[in-house]
Every structure is written in structure tokens, then in C-alpha cells.
């Protein structure tokens, strides 16, 4: 999503950031089409937000996914990422953290 190790190119995104809104944005992944798509559970905004998490080959798999900032100094920020699985995709959660964490090592170099 955020260079080429994902190998994801966002072509589409709708976001509503405000607790209880939703987002739905479409990548093209090595020639695929994929959407993702959520709602905002909790925003505490600079330090905190969880949403659901939604894979478009998966409609009926939601994921919750909470994300904490720590500030480190002015220069570092630490990010910490929990993923509760939808029971479905037990058997890809090894894929589901490479991925993740893909996204947040690209989103880090970008910054």
C-alpha cells in the first residue's frame, strides 16, 4: 500500500474518519483487484484507534485492528499493532502479520 514491498497501488479510497465512520479503499495487487473496507470502533486521536477490517475475497471475515502511538521523543514514534482475527482466518495469520507489518515498514520510511 505504501511502496513496492506490498506490491499493493491504491486506485480508489472513500474515509470518514470519525468514530463509527467507515472507509473502503481498492488496491491493485499484482494485477488483482482488492478492497478493503471498515468502520471506526474507537478514535483517540493522536494515540489510539481500532476499527474493523474487512478483505473483499473474505466479505464475511471481519478483523478488529487496534493501533497505539507512544511518542518517543520529537523525532519517534512508537507503533504498536494488535490484530484479532476473525476465526475464518485463523489459518492465515502468518500472511495477515507479514503483510501488516510490510505496511508499517514502508509507512516508516516514507516518514
Known amino acids: 500500500m505504501f511502496n513496492d514491498e506490498t506490491q499493493e497501488q491504491v486506485i480508489n479510497l472513500e474515509n470518514s474518519v470519525r468514530k463509527g465512520g467507515e472507509f473502503l479503499f481498492a488496491v491493485s495487487r499484482m494485477g488483482k483487484k482488492i478492497k478493503y473496507s471498515g468502520e471506526y470502533l474507537e478514535m483517540r ?3 489510539h484507534i481500532a476499527f474493523t477490517w474487512t478483505v473483499s475475497s473474505m466479505p464475511k471475515a471481519t478483523s478488529e485492528i487496534t493501533v497505539r502511538f507512544e511518542e518517543i521523543d520529537a523525532e519517534k514514534t512508537r507503533v504498536k499493532l494488535s490484530i484479532k482475527p476473525d476465526e ?20 516508516a520510511n516514507r516518514f
Not at 475464518?88 to 509507512?107: C, P, T, V
Request: glycine share 4%; proline share 4%.
Open 45 to 47: 486521536i493522536p494515540n
Open 88 to 107: 475464518r482466518l485463523e489459518n492465515l495469520l502468518g500472511s495477515i502479520k507479514s503483510d501488516w507489518s510490510a505496511r508499517f515498514r514502508a509507512l
